[in-house]
């Protein structure tokens, strides 16, 4: 700068052509910093992704609810991107709105300790309004949080509720559930922006305040011969670089507490403990079914309280009851979506708990009530049970299961699409299709059905075609 004020502009060739080899140099760095991140957001969060699917597989079914529905929905979602993204998109430039500005008050103190000082006077400022802001935005971003996570679950249930509600004639009604909780995120995020306000105006006019300060005192330094026009012009250039950055803290701070949210969420699920697997687990071989002094609670509520019964090989046994008498409870904790509370689960006398997951969901072939299929072939979801299968076994599973008889019909047979969620099927036809998996081409002879009283004609139709082949049949 002293140069190109004073006399010989030349001398400052050699410094400039050094500025423009750093300048290029500093391109480079940040191409392959902005790449490396990527590269890193991406892979974490593939590792992510793994991590939580695998870890969700093996989390017991009662964990599942529809408050966790919309939990999961939103964290696999929305919130995996906005952690991941931080290594990608954030993490530069926080290192830079931190770094930057202690740099350029280091060399405002090597030319003028007045001036240098006076710049570092605001840095407890920013850190102060930053800690404020945090701290005034903590319960809004929880709230935010929450109620994405409620409005999550209610948007799933609304769309699982079409059925019912179009075969009611309530199509054109606004569905109140979902509405009162879409205006509980609107109230929410009102709440947290302005919580946030205060920071967003307050750092701001520090910025500008400190700048204001340093360009009066730089021009009174200058007039008054302390420093020269040079260095008072540096320093006011490096003082306005330091506005970006800083202003940058209130918008980079905001993501990061969400992101730190996030990461709090997938901690807390990927803490929950699976259920326990037996350390030398057993074998079954034979395939009667016993309850032996069975409790079992949701929560505080008793669902089946000190429940025995038998079914010995080659017999069948009907469960009959109204609604919400714990059939398809008995059938999960048969299974073991649950452990009992009290009592023993055998399987081939054996207790369930000393036994492989792989092992005893081998025994069964479980048709649900409520059936949803992956896109792709029949086939590719017949597979799924065993994937390993030869064209044979999967041929005998589904004649076993009276595919066959759908296959035949369906344009494409085996390649036929079943669309999203098996969407292309009827739900027989989607039950068939669970029902015939080949872990369910394991030979089975104890028979299970259990059918609300006014679902015993669904009953027969479903013992007739699974409990009827010899594949042991849940039919919930």
């Known amino acids: 700068m002293r140069s190109l004020f004073g006399g010989t502009p030349a001398a400052a060739w050699p410094r400039q052509i050094a500025f423009g080899a750093a300048v290029a140099a500093y391109a480079v760095l940040r191409y392959l910093s902005d790449l490396s991140g990527f590269h890193v957001g991406t892979a974490l969060l593939r590792g992510t992704y793994r991590r939580l699917g695998d870890h969700l597989a093996r989390l017991p079914l009662g964990w599942y609810g529809a408050v966790r529905v919309g939990e999961v929905s939103v964290l696999a979602s929305r919130g995996a991107l906005q952690a991941m993204s931080v290594i990608a998109h954030l993490l530069a430039p926080f290192i830079s709105a931190c770094v930057t500005p202690l740099t350029i008050v280091a060399v405002m103190l090597a030319f003028s300790c007045k001036m240098g000082l006076t710049a570092l006077a605001a840095a407890p400022v920013v850190a102060a309004i930053q800690l404020w802001t945090g701290r005034s935005t903590a319960a809004g971003d929880a709230e935010r949080a929450a109620r994405d996570q409620e409005a999550g679950g209610r948007v799933i249930e609304y769309l699982r509720a079409q059925p019912v509600l179009r075969a009611g004639g309530r199509t054109a009604e606004r569905?109140?559930?979902?509405?009162?909780?879409?205006?509980e995120v609107q109230r929410a995020s009102r709440r947290s922006t302005l919580s946030a306000l205060p920071g967003a105006w307050a750092l701001p006019l520090t910025v500008q305040a400190m700048f204001t300060v340093l360009l009066v005192l730089g021009a009174s330094l200058a007039l008054g011969g302390s420093i020269g026009a040079a260095e008072v012009l540096t320093i006011l250039v490096l003082a306005a670089r330091c506005a970006d950055p800083l202003l940058s803290l209130t918008d980079i701070g905001g993501k990061l507490r969400g992101a730190r949210s996030v990461l709090a969420g997938l901690d807390a699920v990927l803490r929950t403990e699976p259920l326990p697997e037996a350390p030398e687990p057993v074998q079954p071989r034979r395939h009667d079914l016993d309850f032996a002094s069975v409790t079992f609670r949701h929560g505080d509520r008793p669902v089946i309280d000190d429940v025995s019964l038998s079914v010995p090989e080659g017999q069948r046994l009907?469960?009959?009851?109204?609604?919400?008498?714990?059939?398809?409870?008995?059938?999960?904790?048969l299974a073991r979506f649950h452990d009992v509370d009290a009592g023993q689960v055998r399987v081939g006398g054996v207790d369930v708990r000393a036994i492989s997951t792989e092992v005893l969901m081998a025994q069964f072939a479980i048709v649900f009530q409520d059936v949803?299929?992956?896109?792709?072939?029949?086939?590719?979801n017949v597979r799924l049970g065993r994937p390993d299968a030869d064209a044979s076994e999967v041929r005998a599973a589904a004649t076993a299961?009276?595919?066959?008889?759908?296959?035949?019909?369906?344009?494409?047979?085996?390649?036929?699409?079943?669309?999203?969620?098996?969407?292309?099927?009827?739900?027989?036809?989607?039950?068939?299709?669970?029902g015939c998996g080949p872990s369910a081409a394991r030979i089975g002879s104890a028979s299970w059905t259990a059918a609300g009283s006014s679902k015993k004609a669904a009953m027969t139709s479903c013992c007739a075609e699974v409990a009827a082949t010899p594949i042991s049949g849940i039919c919930p």
């Open 175 to 183: 569905f109140p559930l979902l509405d009162e909780s879409l205006r």
């Open 318 to 333: 009907a469960v009959v009851g109204p609604s919400g008498a714990g059939k398809s409870t008995l059938l999960q904790l």
């Open 372 to 380: 949803c299929l992956f896109g792709g072939t029949i086939e590719e």
């Open 401 to 434: 299961a009276r595919l066959d008889e759908v296959i035949e019909r369906l344009p494409g047979g085996w390649e036929a699409p079943v669309g999203e969620g098996g969407a292309l099927l009827s739900g027989g036809e989607r039950q068939r299709v669970t």
